[in-house]
């Protein structure tokens, strides 16, 4: 049995197309996400800060990514929703194995004392 399918061809600009989606249109709404955050939140109270940013964030991105890539593709991708729901996928696997690495670096290094305060520059003096 031989697949009839066409394959379509794919130039340059599908591919720009889907890299701009893929990394543009996460990098504004994560932007916009945390700027909503910091107006939202306290930003003295780190936790609550970070937790609503993750909140908007995270299922914002997500969706966006998976739209922008589901525009660019459903014209010359047949079953573009499940790629983009395949990437999608890829992401939140990421998401958390780097998540997961952070904790697990952030615990070794506090275990050790050797946190940096979020910077590699020397605490300043209150003096």
């Known amino acids: 049995m031989t697949d009839t399918t066409e394959r379509a061809q794919v130039g340059w600009g599908l591919w720009l197309r889907w890299v701009l989606a893929t990394s543009v ?13 910091r107006v939202i ?6 936790i609550v800060f970070a937790a609503i940013g993750f ?3 995270v299922p914002l991105v997500l969706a966006s990514t ?3 890539q589901w525009l660019v593709l459903e014209r010359h991708v047949s079953r573009a929703g499940w790629w983009a729901l395949a990437s999608t ?11 997961a690495l952070g904790a697990a670096v952030a615990s070794a290094r506090l275990k050790t004392g050797t946190e ?12």
């Open 25 to 37: 249109v996460p990098a504004v709404v994560l932007t916009a996400s945390w700027g909503t955050a």
């Open 66 to 68: 998976f739209f922008a």
């Open 55 to 57: 909140l908007l964030s």
């Open 116 to 127: 940096s305060h979020g910077s590699s520059l020397p605490p300043r003096s209150h003096g």
């Open 41 to 46: 939140a306290d930003e003295d109270n780190f």
């Open 89 to 99: 996928v890829g992401n939140v696997v990421a998401g958390a194995l780097l998540f």
